[in-house]
T-cell receptor
Framework: DVKVTQSSRYLVKRTGEKVFLECVQDMDHENMFWYRQDPGLGLRLIYFSYDVKMKEKGDIPEGYSVSREKKERFSLILESASTNQTSMYLC???????????????FGDGTRLSIL | AQKITQTQPGMFVQEKEAVTLDCTYDTSDPSYGLFWYKQPSSGEMIFLIYQGSYDQQNATEGRYSLNFQKARKSANLVISASQLGDSAMYFCAMKGPAGNQFYFGTGTSLTVIP
């Protein structure tokens, strides 16, 4: 089974701090994703990486950056945390699919981040 | 623009009955994938079932089936013989051709009543 591990289940930080959320997957997946989940809004894509050192912005990248130095690890960075970044953060990974085919994403357990 | 629409914020179903969770999508790409995920109260997202836009038959996985109506752009999830453990949030999602095109709906909360 695919295992996606997020470093923290719960995290409390202060406004203005630099926050790192770590995600590791053990199935050699090329693609990795960071989402935030808010009530009534579903999941929104923050950043996507399709290879080491490669990244693409999702729908809501403002205030965030990412790092992918190794294939198995994808880090989300809140450069200067603000209260509106209080949310549930979900990491996911997936294989590159063959043409006209698809692969599901496999998710970690999520990190509930509170910015005070 | 909203890509995935789930119009049922909450649903109730009697144990052992079948339930349909609605999902409509919006895309102009001919190639896409549709997914359903389950999120129990513990928070993890669990992949349930997948349908490709070129698939001729509706996908099935155990008690889950996907009612794919391409012309209507709908991809409803049918859960047969509901169990108490099916109580959770259910999310419909669509994958487009580009790597970062993965859209989720706002979810439907399903409660199974004993």
């Amino acid at each position: 089974d695919v295992k996606v591990t997020q470093s923290s289940r719960y995290l409390v930080k202060r406004t203005g701090e630099k926050v790192f959320l770590e995600c590791v997957q053990d199935m050699d997946h090329e693609n990795m994703f960071w989402y935030r989940q808010d009530p009534g809004l579903g999941l929104r894509l923050i950043y996507f990486s399709y290879d080491v050192k490669m990244k693409e912005k999702g729908d809501i990248p403002e205030g965030y950056s990412v790092s992918r130095e190794k294939k198995e690890r994808f880090s989300l960075i809140l450069e200067s945390a603000s209260t509106n970044q209080t949310s549930m953060y979900l990491c996911a990974s997936s294989l590159h699919p063959p043409p006209n085919s698809w692969r599901p994403q496999h998710f970690g357990d999520g990190t509930r981040l509170s910015i005070l | 623009a909203q890509k995935i629409t789930q119009t049922q914020p909450g649903m109730f179903v009697q144990e052992k009955e079948a339930v349909t969770l609605d999902c409509t999508y919006d895309t102009s790409d001919p190639s896409y994938g549709l997914f359903w995920y389950k999120q129990p109260s513990s928070g993890e997202m669990i992949f349930l079932i997948y349908q490709g836009s070129y698939d001729q038959q509706n996908a099935t996985e155990g008690r889950y089936s996907l009612n794919f109506q391409k012309a209507r752009k709908s991809a409803n999830l049918v859960i047969s013989a509901s169990q108490l453990g099916d109580s959770a949030m259910y999310f419909c999602a669509m994958k487009g051709p580009a790597g970062n095109q993965f859209y989720f709906g706002t979810g439907t909360s399903l409660t199974v009543i004993p």
